[in-house]
């Protein structure tokens, strides 16, 4: 009897290991045009990582004692984390406030949310002078508790683990594992909330990052509302990028996504829309009571003032005004046209912050280095290839298994 | 400046050792557990010869490489610290003839840079040193954002990078020594001592030389206080400081936001688990896909 069920279990073992061999295969063409970028810039970003561990992060970065942070904050960490916001966002909107309209695309919301915060969080490290001591304030000797990068750390861990206890039953139903199924769906509104907490103070919390740098930045970009700004903005950063993401999965991942959801493709993009247009209102209006605040009119007549009209006018009225348009009048082209316009404005805004307008008077600006580029390039084309490679496999755009529906 | 003079004071500055270790740390020592009672440094720039006695000292006492012979003090050129060197000795031209001034860590009383270490790594001690503590660092460099006088520098060129900065000597007081650099002036124009007591000093030389002094001590106020105290005989601007460094310290920057952290993490799952049970029974008919 005992033996029997020995050999059971034995041959399920093997069927699991067969399973997860036969999945780690690639799947799809090789020579796709993505592939045939990504990986000769993968290979020379992993040679300048290894060069930058070797000889220090000098070697391979502008960075200099005036500017410490540059593209691998600004960029990676700042932009990428507003972009990835559209998670707290989607399962606000479905968990929280029960639309059930958009919970066709939480689970891809979700996992492009959580692998931008592995990813982010693993250029983190990329800048880290000393990673190793990195567990220092993670296992608890020596917890800086009135340090924002603190507060930032630990909340980006947390939430990572809120988002992949969310999708976790996408891997469940991918393995087949329907017990596990069970329990781990009956975790996500624990965890949607958890991480939605979460979200509003790390995001808010990436702009207090720099509120003691109030010397630094330039007086057009620098305010105590940086926080609220980094907030209100993360909210139509993420859900644009879901909607530029959506369109392009639309067209790459046609085929594994099922005849319901492409219906209703066009009616969550309108909604989207709706949505963006009026938080970017919302942005605007504290954006221009900021400005008032400030008293810094003077500033407008110079280049940083021209610039700083540039971001808000060119990168938040105008997608704002075509979100609006193309939400009265149904106009889904226009819709992707806003959602591009307004993560171009995203970039412009965490740049002026973090990179443009920090120590924008230095004798020696700080431009970032061809090889910076190449690591950030690096790591967006990882995130991209896990990206479809979970998207290949696990139901994410695709239905649910069967038995999902029966149980 | 004449190659000689410097030469001279150069070698006054590695004799001075004796000179220095008298005048040693006075009665403070039992007051300095009071939140306020902590050492700090008085520097008159007025009595600066520029012979860069500190900074061979300095850089000596750490382990760092001396300025180069032709590396000197000069009007129009700014020298500034760096991973190699803590201090830094830069001329000015002013409205009152040339001045010499000796940058470095100010040690804050609230330092920006210890708030934002997130390893506490930077840490200010009761002493009123602030160090640095090299197994705890990460090498974020977070503190290099936040400090208003971009005083921690960063090995860039290191696979094991540190942070470097002045720390008031740190392990010299322990020992009951003075400052490297305090010890090390021959023109005895930097004095280590009770804070407090350092600024009735900073006001003393104020009221009996009029003339002589601009009526402001720099680091009294500035970033709410700071170790380095600093007399001048001109406006500070003229000698190249950041006359725009806020009286409040730096910390407080953030305080508004960390101080909502609590209330958000209590009061937000609260609001979000309302609004889900309120919305749950108006749209329902979807519930099984759960
Ligand atoms: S001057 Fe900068 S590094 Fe020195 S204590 Fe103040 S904040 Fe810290
Ligand atoms: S670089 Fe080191 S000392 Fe500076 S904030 Fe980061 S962990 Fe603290």
């Given at each position: 009897?005992?033996?029997?069920?020995?050999?059971?279990?034995?041959?399920?073992?093997?069927?699991?290991?067969?399973?997860?061999?036969?999945?780690?295969?690639?799947?799809?063409?090789?020579?796709?045009?993505?592939?045939?970028?990504?990986?000769?810039?993968?290979?020379?970003?992993?040679?300048?990582?290894?060069?930058?561990?070797?000889?220090?992060?000098?070697?391979?970065?502008?960075?200099?004692?005036?500017?410490?942070?540059?593209?691998?904050?600004?960029?990676?960490?700042?932009?990428?984390?507003?972009?990835?916001?559209?998670?707290?966002?989607?399962?606000?909107?479905?968990?929280?406030?029960?639309?059930?309209?958009?919970?066709?695309?939480?689970?891809?919301?979700?996992?492009?949310?959580?692998?931008?915060?592995?990813?982010?969080?693993?250029?983190?490290?990329?800048?880290?002078?000393?990673?190793?001591?990195?567990?220092?304030?993670?296992?608890?000797?020596?917890?800086?508790?009135?340090?924002?990068?603190?507060?930032?750390?630990?909340?980006?861990?947390?939430?990572?683990?809120?988002?992949?206890?969310?999708?976790?039953?996408?891997?469940?139903?991918?393995?087949?594992?329907?017990?596990?199924?069970?329990?781990?769906?009956?975790?996500?509104?624990?965890?949607?909330?958890?991480?939605?907490?979460?979200?509003?103070?790390?995001?808010?919390?990436?702009?207090?990052?720099?509120?003691?740098?109030?010397?630094?930045?330039?007086?057009?970009?620098?305010?105590?509302?940086?926080?609220?700004?980094?907030?209100?903005?993360?909210?139509?950063?993420?859900?644009?990028?879901?909607?530029?993401?959506?369109?392009?999965?639309?067209?790459?991942?046609?085929?594994?996504?099922?005849?319901?959801?492409?219906?209703?493709?066009?009616?969550?993009?309108?909604?989207?829309?709706?949505?963006?247009?009026?938080?970017?209102?919302?942005?605007?209006?504290?954006?221009?009571?900021?400005?008032?605040?400030?008293?810094?009119?003077?500033?407008?007549?110079?280049?940083?003032?021209?610039?700083?009209?540039?971001?808000?006018?060119?990168?938040?009225?105008?997608?704002?005004?075509?979100?609006?348009i193309s939400y009265r009048n149904h106009r889904i082209t226009l819709i992707k046209i806003a959602a591009i316009i307004t993560m171009i404005g995203i970039i412009i805004n965490r740049l002026n912050v973090t990179?443009?307008?920090?120590?924008?008077?230095?004798?020696?600006?700080?431009?970032?280095?061809?090889?910076?580029?190449?690591?950030?390039?690096?790591?967006?084309?990882?995130?991209?290839?896990?990206?479809?490679?979970?998207?290949?496999?696990?139901?994410?755009?695709?239905?649910?298994?069967?038995?999902?529906?029966?149980? | 400046?004449?190659?000689?003079?410097?030469?001279?004071?150069?070698?006054?500055?590695?004799?001075?050792?004796?000179?220095?270790?008298?005048?040693?740390?006075?009665?403070?020592?039992?007051?300095?557990?009071?939140?306020?009672?902590?050492?700090?440094?008085?520097?008159?720039?007025?009595?600066?010869?520029?012979?860069?006695?500190?900074?061979?000292?300095?850089?000596?006492?750490?382990?760092?490489?001396?300025?180069?012979?032709?590396?000197?003090?000069?009007?129009?050129?700014?020298?500034?610290?760096?991973?190699?060197?803590?201090?830094?000795?830069?001329?000015?031209?002013?409205?009152?003839?040339?001045?010499?001034?000796?940058?470095?860590?100010?040690?804050?009383?609230?330092?920006?840079?210890?708030?934002?270490?997130?390893?506490?790594?930077?840490?200010?001690?009761?002493?009123?040193?602030?160090?640095?503590?090299?197994?705890?660092?990460?090498?974020?460099?977070?503190?290099?954002?936040?400090?208003?006088?971009?005083?921690?520098?960063?090995?860039?060129?290191?696979?094991?990078?540190?942070?470097?900065?002045?720390?008031?000597?740190?392990?010299?007081?322990?020992?009951?020594?003075?400052?490297?650099?305090?010890?090390?002036?021959?023109?005895?124009?930097?004095?280590?001592?009770?804070?407090?007591?350092?600024?009735?000093?900073?006001?003393?030389?104020?009221?009996?030389?009029?003339?002589?002094?601009?009526?402001?001590?720099?680091?009294?106020?500035?970033?709410?206080?700071?170790?380095?105290?600093?007399?001048?005989?001109?406006?500070?601007?003229?000698?190249?400081?950041?006359?725009?460094?806020?009286?409040?310290?730096?910390?407080?920057?953030?305080?508004?936001?960390?101080?909502?952290?609590?209330?958000?993490?209590?009061?937000?799952?609260?609001?979000?688990?309302?609004?889900?049970?309120?919305?749950?029974?108006?749209?329902?008919?979807?519930e099984e896909n759960e």
């Amino acid at each position: 009897m005992s033996n029997h069920k020995n050999h059971i279990q034995q041959r399920e073992r093997g069927s699991v290991v067969k399973f997860l061999a036969a999945e780690l295969k690639p799947k799809g063409k090789i020579f796709s045009w993505f592939n045939i970028i990504s990986v000769p810039v993968m290979t020379l970003g992993v040679v300048l990582i290894v060069i930058r561990f070797v000889k220090g992060i000098g070697s391979i970065t502008n960075l200099d004692q005036e500017v410490p942070w540059g593209l691998w904050i600004g960029f990676d960490v700042v932009t990428g984390v507003a972009f990835a916001g559209g998670a707290y966002v989607l399962t606000f909107i479905v968990y929280i406030l029960n639309v059930q309209k958009y919970k066709s695309i939480v689970r891809v919301t979700v996992l492009n949310g959580f692998l931008a915060y592995v990813f982010y969080a693993g250029a983190l490290l990329l800048d880290l002078g000393r990673p190793w001591n990195v567990i220092n304030p993670i296992i608890g000797n020596s917890f800086g508790v009135s340090s924002v990068l603190f507060l930032v750390a630990w909340h980006f861990l947390l939430y990572m683990l809120a988002q992949l206890i969310e999708f976790s039953p996408a891997i469940a139903e991918w393995i087949g594992a329907r017990r596990a199924r069970k329990i781990l769906s009956g975790m996500t509104l624990a965890a949607v909330i958890f991480g939605i907490t979460l979200s509003t103070l790390h995001q808010s919390g990436l702009g207090a990052l720099f509120l003691m740098a109030k010397d630094k930045i330039h007086p057009l970009w620098y305010s105590g509302f940086i926080p609220i700004l980094f907030f209100v903005s993360s909210i139509f950063a993420g859900l644009s990028m879901v909607i530029f993401e959506g369109s392009i999965s639309h067209r790459v991942f046609y085929n594994k996504i099922s005849e319901k959801n492409r219906k209703s493709h066009h009616g969550i993009l309108h909604g989207l829309s709706g949505i963006c247009a009026f938080t970017m209102f919302i942005y605007f209006f504290l954006q221009v009571i900021v400005f008032l605040h400030g008293k810094h009119w003077d500033l407008l007549n110079t280049r940083m003032g021209y610039w700083y009209l540039t971001e808000i006018f060119g990168f938040v009225v105008l997608p704002m005004i075509l979100f609006f348009i193309s939400y009265r009048n149904h106009r889904i082209t226009l819709i992707k046209i806003a959602a591009i316009i307004t993560m171009i404005g995203i970039i412009i805004n965490r740049l002026n912050v973090t990179v443009i307008g920090y120590k924008w008077d230095a004798a020696v600006p700080y431009v970032p280095s061809w090889m910076e580029i190449v690591v950030t390039f690096t790591v967006l084309f990882a995130e991209i290839w896990i990206f479809r490679w979970v998207i290949n496999r696990m139901p994410v755009l695709s239905d649910s298994p069967d038995w999902v529906r029966e149980e | 400046m004449g190659v000689d003079r410097r030469n001279f004071l150069r070698a006054l500055g590695l004799t001075g050792v004796a000179l220095g270790t008298g005048k040693k740390l006075g009665a403070a020592e039992s007051q300095t557990d009071k939140e306020d009672e902590f050492y700090g440094i008085l520097y008159d720039s007025t009595w600066c010869a520029g012979c860069q006695g500190c900074e061979i000292a300095c850089a000596e006492a750490h382990g760092l490489t001396p300025p180069e012979i032709e590396d000197v003090p000069e009007v129009g050129k700014k020298r500034v610290a760096d991973e190699t060197r803590r201090t830094v000795v830069n001329a000015y031209e002013t409205s009152q003839g040339e001045f010499f001034v000796k940058t470095q860590c100010m040690q804050c009383a609230q330092p920006a840079c210890a708030s934002a270490c997130l390893t506490k790594a930077m840490y200010k001690t009761r002493d009123g040193s602030v160090i640095w503590r090299e197994e705890k660092c990460m090498g974020c460099r977070y503190c290099m954002v936040s400090c208003p006088f971009d005083a921690p520098k960063f090995e860039y060129h290191s696979s094991n990078p540190k942070i470097e900065k002045c720390d008031m000597c740190f392990d010299r007081v322990k020992e009951g020594k003075l400052p490297a650099c305090v010890e090390n002036c021959p023109a005895e124009a930097i004095k280590f001592g009770n804070r407090r007591e350092l600024i009735a000093e900073a006001r003393k030389r104020i009221a009996e030389f009029p003339g002589m002094y601009h009526d402001v001590i720099y680091g009294e106020h500035e970033a709410g206080g700071t170790g380095w105290l600093y007399l001048s005989a001109v406006p500070f601007g003229e000698l190249g400081f950041n006359t725009n460094i806020q009286k409040k310290p730096y910390p407080e920057l953030t305080k508004g936001f960390l101080y909502s952290v609590p209330s958000v993490f209590v009061l937000a799952p609260a609001v979000l688990l309302g609004i889900h049970t309120a919305t749950k029974n108006n749209n329902n008919q979807d519930e099984e896909n759960e």
